[in-house]
C-alpha cells in the first residue's frame, strides 16, 4: 500500500508527459491558495468515467485537503477512483488502485486518512480463502456495521452488474457476501473492545502474488515450503550433517593442502596430549547475512521476520471472530501447567495485545538484543520495547550461500565436524593441532578471520576439551569473539554459577523438576548427590546431568550422522472443510515427505500421522493469523512390514491413520508426517524373494549358455509324415552383464525385468517352417511299404504338408497318435518318430481325416479299395497282441493328452482337437465318446485334475457352441460327465464343480 | 540355505494366493487391497494391517513347518457359521525331494504362478458370489500329530498358537460339496483346489 511519492516532475518523457507534468504543476499551484488541510498530503487521484461525487468536486476536494488531481493516470496515480469498470478492466488490469468515490468522502468526515481497502471495487479474491472477513471500520459506534453494509454490497455487487461470466465470480462473490453475513451477524458482541478506527482488510492484502492460501488449496503446500523458514532452516542443517558425510566420503586419503597455509602461525607452546573440541558459530545469522546486503543498518537494532514492521506490526488485521484474550489465557495456562515453561507464558501474556503482529523473531542482532529483545518474541512485543526496531525479510539463498561456505572454509582443513545446523558445528581440532603443531588459538582466529572474509559475517568460536565445554566457551566468545576454555582452569568452579538451562537436554520441563528440587544452578548440582539427581530425573538423565554440571561429557563428535526419522509437518493454514479437501492435502504431505525420504535414499518402517486439533475450549479462530492457535495433539502411528519408500504405500497408510483417527476435518488445525525406523533404501529388499533369487542365479550362470526352448515350444509337424520336428530354439546368445550392478539391491528389479523381456525372445525364436521337403531321416525309418508310398506321391505329400503350413500356424506335434506295431519304443521320446504306422491310426481331427480321406481315396482310384478308418482302428486293435497293457491301448487309442502331460504350456493343442472332433462328426461315435472319456479319466488318475477341468469345460463349451441342438451330442457329454463324476467321488470324495453345463430344452 | 530359499518362495506363494482367494471371495471389502507387482503380474494385497497380522502370524509357522518338511497343506475355510464351511480351499504340498528347481526353472515357476492366479480369477468368477461382509475365514495347517506337538512347544512360535482342529463331521452333505481344481503349479509341487458348497 506504499504511496508513490508524488514528486511530479522527474518524468520528462516527451511532450505528452511534459504536459502531464505541467498539468499537475498547474493544479498545484492552483490549489495553493485554497488550501484547508494537508489531509491527502502525497495521495493523488485520477477519476475514471461518471462517480458520485462528480470528478469536478473531487478535484476542489483535492485542491483543498493538500491532494493531487491527475488530468490522465499515470504510473504514480496513488488512487484511481470509479463507480464501474468494464470487463476488460477488470480481467487485465492490476486492480489494486480502483477504489470508489465513497472513500474520499469519508476520509473528508472523518477527517483522516481511511484504509481503502473496503472501498476497492474489485478484488481478486478467491472463495478458496479462510474465513478472512473485513475488518470493520471500528470508529466510535453504532453505525458502524452499517457502514461495512453500506459500502460493501456495492462493492460486492458490481462485479455481477459488469457481467463476467465467470462462474468463479459467481463463486467468489457467493463467498464475500457469506462472509459479510457472517461478519454483520458476529461484529456486534466484539466490537465494544476495540476502538480502532482503521479498517482492515484482509482479503485485499491477498490479492497480490504473496497469497495466503489455506491448506485446502491444491497448492498450498507447496506455497508454504517455498516461504517457511523452520521448513528452510530445517532442511539447510540437515543437509549439512549429510553434506559432512558426503565429504568425508569423498576426501579419501587426501591430505589438507589448505593446512601448509598455517605453518606461519604461532607454534605452540607446549606439546601436550590435550583434547580440543571447537564449538563454532555464527553470530546471529539470519541478522548477519541479511546485513551483508544493507551495510547502511549496522549497528542498529535488527530483527529478523515474515511481518513488515513499523506501523504494520503494531496494527495487523484481527479476525473480527479471533478472541485473543480467551486464546492467550489459554496458551498461558498450558505452557505454565504442562510445559513450566514461564517464559512462554510470559511471551503469550504480554504478546497477545490487543492487535499486535504475532509474527515471531526468528533472529535479532546484539543492539537489539540490548533492548531486551530476544528470539521467537513476537514483533508487536519487540516493537513496543524498542519502536525504532528495523525488520528484514528473510533471504534463504544468502543463508544457504553463507552457510556452505562456512562448511568448505573448515573442511579444508579437516573433516572432522559435527555439523549441528546450518551455521554451527563442533569440530575436534586434536589430530590438527598435533600435527601442525600450532598454537590452537592462532589457528582459531585465523579460521575466523577467513570466515569473515569469504562471508562477511562474524563467527565466534569456543575451544574445550569436549563438546559441551566447548558451547560454553562460544557463549563466553560471543560476539565475534574466541574463547578458549583451558583444561587447566578450575572447571567446576567455571561451570558453578551457570544456570541449568544451559545444559543441553535441560528445558523448560525439566528445569522446572530441578528448581521444584532446590536446584538453580550447576554449582547447586555439583554440591548435591547423584542420587538425589537421579529421584528427580531418573536413571540415565540424572546421571548425565551429573555429569554434565561438572563440565564432563565423553560424548564423542558424531562426524557421519545418518537421518533417524523424516518428516513434514504443517500446523499453519490448516482450515478444511471436507474430508475431501483433508485427504487431498495428506495426499501432498505424503508425496512431500516421500520426496524427502527418497531424496536421503532411505526407506521407512514406521510411519506417524501427528494430528493437532483445535482444544475444546479454544475458539474456532486464532488470534494468529491462520496459525493453530491452542491444540491437543493426537499421535497415530503404524508400522509396516517392510521398509519402503513407496509412495503409494505411505499416503494410504496415512490415510488410514487419519481415517481410524476419526476426526472432524474443521477442527484440524496441524498435520504431521514422521517417518521412523529407518533403512537403508540400498539394503536388500525382503519383498520378493524371486527377485533377489534370480539376481544371485543369474549372476552364477552369466556365461553359460541358455538352453531355453522348452517354454511354449512351437514345433512344426512335419504333416505329412505326422513326425515332430525336433524344436530348435536357438539359445539366444547373452550379452555380457557387468556382475558388480548385479549385486546391488537395485540391479536385481531392473535386471529381472531385462530377463523377462530377454527370456520370451528365446522361446519365440522358433525355426522358420522348413521348405517343404521330406525328410531323408524320416522316410529312412518309415516301413518299407509306407517309404515307397510317400515316395510315389512326393507331391501329393508336400502340398498337404504345405496347405496345412498355411492353414494353421506351425501346430505343435498334434497326432503323434499311433505308435508303430513294435510297441517297445517309448512313445515319448521326442527324437523316435511315432508315424510308423500313422496311416492305420483313428484320427478324430479334421486334418488327419482329410489327408486320410485324399490318401483313401487315391487308393480307392488306384486299388478301388475301401478302407473306413474306423474299421481300420477296430482292425488294429483286434490285430493287437493279447499281452499288450490296456494303458498302451489307451495310448494307442488316443494319446492326445499325452504330449500336454509333460508341457503343462503347450496344453493349447487340445482345444484343436476336440473343436475338429465336435464340428466334424454330426453324432459323435461311441468309440470316440469312449476315448475321450477315457482319456480324462486317465487324467484324474495321474492327477491331472486341474487340466481335466479345462478339457471338460472346453468340451462343454464346444458342444453347446457348436451342437445346441444335437441331443446326442449333449448325451455324449452327460455320458462322459457322469462317469467322471462317480469316478471322482470314488478317488476324491467328492464331486468335481462343474460350471460349465450343456444348455439344451429337450435332453434335460 | 538351498532349503531356507525353497521355502520362502513357497511361503511367498502362499502369502499370494492366500491374498488372492480372499480378494477373488471378497471375504474383505476390495478397498484394502492394494494393486502390488508380484511374479511380474498385477496381484492383490491386502493393506489392512490386522489382517496382514494375522497371515505373517500364519506364513511364519507355515514356514517353520514347511523347513521341517512336515506341512501337507494350508486350508483356507470359509464359513458363515462355525462348522458350516461354505468354502474351503486348499493348497497342498506334494512331497517333493528335488528341493529346490533348477535355476532356469524359477522363470517357469514365475509363468506357472502367474497362470495359476490368472486361472483361479477365472474359474473362481464362475462360482456364485458370497453374501457379502457376512463372511469369516480361518485357516488351518495340515500336519501331523507328531510335528503339531513339537512345533506347539517351541518358544518362538508361542506368541501365535495354534490350536488342533477338531474332526468334526460337516452337517453339509457330502454330495453337495463339489471339488473345483483351481490350480497346479508343478515346479513346487503345488496344488490348489477348492471345495464348494454347491
Known amino acids: 500500500m506504499a504511496r508513490n511519492e508524488d514528486n511530479g516532475f522527474s518524468e520528462w518523457g516527451g511532450y505528452f508527459e511534459a504536459k502531464k507534468s505541467k498539468l499537475e504543476e498547474q493544479f498545484a499551484a492552483a490549489s495553493d491558495p485554497f488550501r484547508k488541510s494537508d489531509l491527502f498530503e502525497g495521495i493523488s487521484i485520477f477519476v475514471n468515467g461518471r462517480t458520485d461525487p462528480s470528478a469536478d468536486e473531487l478535484k476542489r476536494i483535492m485542491m483543498v485537503h493538500g491532494g493531487t488531481f491527475h488530468h490522465y493516470e499515470r504510473s504514480h496515480t496513488t488512487y484511481i477512483i470509479a463507480s464501474v469498470l468494464p470487463d476488460v478492466k477488470v480481467r487485465n488490469m492490476n486492480l489494486s488502485k480502483f477504489i470508489g468515490a465513497k472513500w474520499v468522502v469519508d476520509c473528508l468526515a472523518k477527517g483522516k486518512i481511511v484504509d481503502y481497502k473496503p472501498y476497492l471495487l474489485y478484488t481478486n479474491q478467491k472463495t478458496s480463502q479462510p474465513k478472512l472477513i473485513f475488518g470493520k471500520p471500528k470508529d466510535s459506534s453504532a453505525n458502524e456495521s452499517k457502514l461495512d453494509v453500506d459500502v460493501e454490497p456495492p462493492k460486492a455487487k458490481t462485479p455481477m452488474e459488469v457481467g463476467s461470466s465467470k462462474d468463479e465470480m459467481q463463486l467468489e462473490l457467493g463467498g464475500i457476501l457469506k462472509e459479510l453475513q457472517q461478519a454483520v451477524a458476529t461484529s456486534p458482541a466484539k466490537e465494544t473492545s476495540v476502538s480502532e478506527s482503521k479498517i482492515t482488510n484482509l482479503s485485499a492484502t491477498s490479492s497480490n502474488s504473496t497469497t495466503a492460501r489455506t491448506a485446502a488449496d491444491p497448492n498450498f503446500l507447496s506455497e508454504f515450503y517455498k516461504n517457511s523458514r523452520l521448513h528452510h532452516i530445517a532442511t539447510l542443517g540437515a543437509g549439512f550433517k549429510q553434506y559432512v558425510c558426503q565429504l568425508r566420503l569423498d576426501h579419501g586419503d587426501k591430505g589438507f593442502p589448505k593446512r601448509e597455509t598455517l605453518k606461519s602461525l604461532a607454534r605452540a607452546e607446549r606439546h601436550g596430549s590435550e583434547r580440543y573440541v571447537m564449538h563454532i558459530d555464527m553470530d546471529c545469522f539470519f541478522v548477519s547475512v541479511g546485513l551483508r546486503a544493507r551495510p547502511e543498518l549496522r549497528g542498529q537494532p535488527i530483527a529478523v521476520t515474515h511481518s513488515k514492521g513499523g506501523n504494520a506490526a503494531t496494527d495487523v488485521p484481527v479476525h473480527p471472530q479471533a478472541d485473543r484474550k480467551a486464546e492467550l489465557e489459554l496458551f498461558a495456562q498450558r505452557f505454565e501447567h504442562q510445559f513450566h515453561d514461564g517464559d512462554k507464558a510470559e511471551k503469550v501474556r504480554s504478546g497477545f495485545e490487543k492487535k499486535m503482529s504475532l509474527s515471531e523473531i526468528a533472529s535479532c542482532s546484539y543492539e537489539a538484543r540490548e533492548k531486551g529483545i530476544r528470539n521467537g518474541m513476537f514483533v508487536g512485543q519487540a516493537l513496543k520495547l524498542c519502536p525504532e526496531l528495523k525488520t528484514i525479510p528473510y533471504d534463504f539463498e544468502g543463508y544457504k550461500e553463507v552457510a556452505s561456505t562456512l562448511y568448505d572454509t573448515v573442511a579444508q582443513y579437516t573433516l572432522n565436524i559435527e555439523a549441528v545446523s546450518c551455521d554451527e558445528m563442533f569440530v575436534e581440532l586434536t589430530d590438527l593441532v598435533g600435527e601442525l603443531n600450532v598454537d590452537v588459538m592462532a589457528f582459531v582466529s585465523h579460521l575466523r578471520q577467513e570466515v569473515h572474509t569469504k562471508t562477511g559475517c562474524p563467527c565466534s568460536a569456543g575451544v574445550a576439551g569436549n563438546k559441551l565445554l566447548a558451547r560454553m566457551a562460544t557463549k563466553e566468545a560471543k560476539p565475534n569473539g574466541q574463547f578458549l576454555l583451558d583444561a587447566k582452569k578450575d572447571i567446576l568452579a567455571y561451570m558453578a554459577p551457570m544456570s541449568l538451562e544451559l545444559l543441553p537436554g535441560v528445558g523448560s520441563s525439566m528445569s522446572h523438576k530441578l528448581k521444584q528440587a532446590g536446584l538453580h544452578n550447576c554449582g547447586d548440582v555439583q554440591n548435591s548427590s547423584l542420587e538425589k539427581l537421579e529421584t528427580v530425573l531418573g536413571k540415565k538423565l540424572g546421571q548425565n546431568l551429573f555429569q554434565n554440571c561438572k563440565g564432563i561429557d565423553d560424548r564423542p563428535l558424531a562426524y557421519e550422522q545418518t537421518r533417524k526419522t523424516v518428516s513434514a509437518e504443517m500446523n499453519f493454514g490448516i482450515r478444511f472443510t471436507k474430508t475431501a479437501e483433508c485427504e487431498q492435502f495428506l495426499r501432498q504431505l505424503s508425496e512431500e515427505v516421500t520426496k524427502r525420504l527418497v531424496e536421503i535414499k532411505r526407506k521407512a518402517r514406521s510411519i506417524n500421522l501427528k494430528i493437532m486439533v483445535r482444544a475444546a475450549e479454544a475458539p474456532v479462530e486464532t488470534s494468529k493469523y491462520m496459525g493453530h492457535g491452542v491444540c491437543d495433539t493426537i499421535n497415530k502411528s503404524s508400522l509396516i512390514k517392510h521398509a519402503t519408500d513407496d509412495v503409494n504405500v505411505i499416503t494410504s497408510m496415512v490415510l488410514n491413520l487419519m481415517k481410524e483417527a476419526d476426526l472432524p476435518p474443521h477442527e484440524l488445525r496441524g498435520i504431521g508426517i514422521h517417518l521412523t525406523k529407518l533403512e537403508d533404501a540400498s539394503e536388500v529388499r525382503k519383498e520378493n524373494i524371486i527377485k533377489q533369487m534370480f539376481g544371485k542365479m543369474s549372476e552364477m550362470k552369466k556365461d553359460k549358455p541358455v538352453t531355453q526352448g522348452a517354454v511354449g515350444e512351437k514345433s512344426i509337424s512335419d504333416d505329412k509324415a505326422n513326425k515332430p520336428a525336433v524344436v530348435e530354439a536357438k539359445p539366444k546368445p547373452r550379452e555380457p552383464r557387468n556382475v558388480m550392478s548385479m549385486l546391488t539391491a537395485a540391479a536385481v528389479s531392473r535386471k529381472r525385468d531385462q530377463l523377462n523381456e530377454e527370456n520370451p525372445k528365446p522361446t519365440t525364436r522358433v525355426v522358420p517352417p522348413p521348405e517343404p521337403q521330406l525328410d531323408e531321416d524320416v522316410l529312412a525309418q518309415l516301413p518299407e511299404d509306407i517309404r515307397l508310398e510317400v515316395l510315389a506321391h512326393r507331391e501329393e505329400y508336400l502340398s498337404i504338408a504345405e496347405c496345412d503350413g498355411k492353414v494353421r500356424k506351425p501346430a505343435p506335434p498334434r497326432y503323434p497318435t499311433l505308435n508303430s506295431p513294435p510297441l517297445s519304443k517309448p512313445h515319448r521320446s521326442p527324437t523316435v518318430s511315432p508315424l510308423n504306422a500313422s496311416d492305420l491310426k483313428p484320427s478324430t481331427s479334421r486334418a488327419a481325416v482329410a489327408r486320410m480321406q485324399k490318401r483313401t481315396d487315391r487308393k480307392e482310384q488306384k486299388q478301388e479299395q475301401v478302407i473306413r478308418s474306423d474299421q481300420i482302428v477296430a482292425d488294429y486293435i483286434e490285430d493287437l497282441p493279447k499281452f499288450v497293457h490296456p494303458n498302451i491301448l489307451k495310448i494307442i487309442a488316443k494319446p492326445k493328452e499325452v504330449p500336454k502331460v509333460p508341457e503343462l504350456l503347450m496344453g493349447a493343442n487340445y482345444k484343436d482337437l476336440l473343436n475338429e472332433w465336435v464340428s466334424r462328426e454330426e453324432v459323435p461315435k461311441p468309440t470316440d465318446v469312449d476315448l475321450i472319456h477315457q482319456q480324462v479319466s486317465h487324467m484324474i488318475g495321474s492327477d491331472q485334475l486341474n487340466h481335466m477341468y479345462d478339457v471338460m469345460k472346453y468340451l462343454c463349451r464346444i458342444i453347446n457352441a457348436k451342437r445346441s441342438s444335437s441331443c446326442c451330442w449333449h448325451l455324449a457329454y452327460k455320458h462322459i460327465e457322469e462317469n467322471i463324476q462317480s469316478q471322482m467321488f470314488e478317488t476324491e470324495g467328492y464331486n468335481l464343480l462343474f460350471i460349465e453345463n450343456i444348455r439344451c430344452m429337450k435332453c434335460t | ?198
Open chain 2, 1 to 198: 540355505m538351498q532349503a531356507e530359499i525353497a521355502s520362502d518362495i513357497m511361503v511367498e506363494a502362499m502369502e499370494v494366493l492366500v491374498n488372492h482367494i480372499l480378494y477373488v471371495r471378497g471375504i474383505y471389502p476390495s478397498h484394502i487391497f492394494k494393486i502390488k507387482r508380484m511374479y511380474n503380474s498385477p496381484i492383490f494385497v491386502s493393506i489392512y494391517p490386522p489382517f496382514n497380522n494375522y497371515l505373517a502370524g500364519v506364513l511364519k509357522s507355515a514356514q517353520e513347518l514347511l523347513r521341517r518338511r512336515e506341512l501337507q497343506c494350508l486350508e483356507i475355510i470359509v464359513y458363515q457359521k462355525e462348522n458350516e464351511k461354505l468354502e474351503r480351499y486348499k493348497i497342498q504340498l506334494e512331497a517333493q525331494d528335488c528341493g529346490l528347481p533348477a535355476e532356469d526353472q524359477l522363470t517357469d515357476f514365475e509363468q506357472e504362478m502367474r497362470s495359476a492366479i490368472y486361472q483361479i480369477s477365472q474359474r473362481m468368477n464362475q462360482v456364485p458370489k458370497l453374501p457379502a461382509g457376512s463372511c469369516q475365514f480361518k485357516v488351518h495347517l495340515h500336519t501331523t500329530q507328531e510335528a503339531f506337538i513339537r512345533f506347539s512347544q517351541e518358544s518362538q512360535y508361542q506368541e501365535f498358537p495354534w490350536l488342533q482342529a477338531q474332526k468334526t463331521e460337516s452337517q453339509v452333505p457330502r454330495r453337495t460339496i463339489s471339488l473345483l481344481p483351481l490350480a497346479k503349479v508343478k515346479d513346487m509341487g503345488l496344488k490348489m483346489e477348492a471345495l464348494i458348497v454347491y
